[in-house]
């Protein structure tokens, strides 16, 4: 099922994903790009090899990595995005908390932060406390950085619904996989028409 085919293509980021090559995170948040892409939209991902090689976010200091330059530059172009951490200790991991405090490097931008960005939040673990409260966390994060987090926030217990190599084992998460698309690109295609209309 995919979502309503945009005329002029929105721009969209996910971050998200853990050091493990496959891991849950990571196919969940290319799930979520790859429908994005089929509805017209174009997208950028940064997964669990890419965070990896980002240096601890650091405000004090201007010198940024190339990996850093190119993230930041992503999310500056960004008409929304797409979070995915799994849930560690009942909450966001360091690997995908670090990348998005490189929005910090927006914060003097006309458009600060994640202002306006509709961002669609996914959390995966091998349990249902972990993921709820991972979730949570992200939500609110967005929220500290201006943005809309929409309104469903994916929870994947990998202990009941792992990912093989076709997807989701399972209809009901494919099928909300397929929703926050929808949100996720929809939105950012109507904010972004009312910025350059001048409406926002």
Request: hydrophobic residues 40%; aromatic residues 4%.
């Amino acid at each position: 099922m995919v979502g309503t085919v945009i005329d002029q293509p929105v721009h969209i980021v996910g971050i998200g994903g853990t050091l493990r090559l496959g891991s849950s995170t990571e196919r969940a948040l290319r799930a979520v790009l790859n429908l994005a892409e089929a509805a017209g939209a174009t997208t950028q991902c940064f997964g669990g090899a890419e965070l990896s090689e980002l240096e601890m976010y650091d405000p004090r200091s201007a010198e940024r990595s190339p990996g850093a330059l190119r993230l930041v530059s992503e999310l500056r172009k960004a008409d929304g995005v797409v979070l995915a951490s799994p849930g560690y200790h009942g909450g966001v991991s360091g690997l995908v908390k670090n990348a998005v405090d490189y929005a910090e490097d927006l914060r003097e931008d006309a458009r600060p932060y994640f202002q306006g960005l509709p961002v669609g939040c996914i959390a995966t673990g091998a349990g249902w406390q972990g993921v709820v409260t991972a979730v949570n966390q992200l939500r609110t994060i967005v929220h500290a950085l201006r943005g809309w987090p929409t309104p469903l926030g994916i929870c994947i217990n990998t202990v009941e619904t792992p990912f093989n190599e076709e997807g989701p084992g399972s209809v009901k998460i494919g099928e909300q996989l397929s929703i926050m698309q929808r949100e996720v690109v929809e939105s950012a295609s109507l904010q972004r028409d009312a910025r350059r209309a001048g409406s926002v």
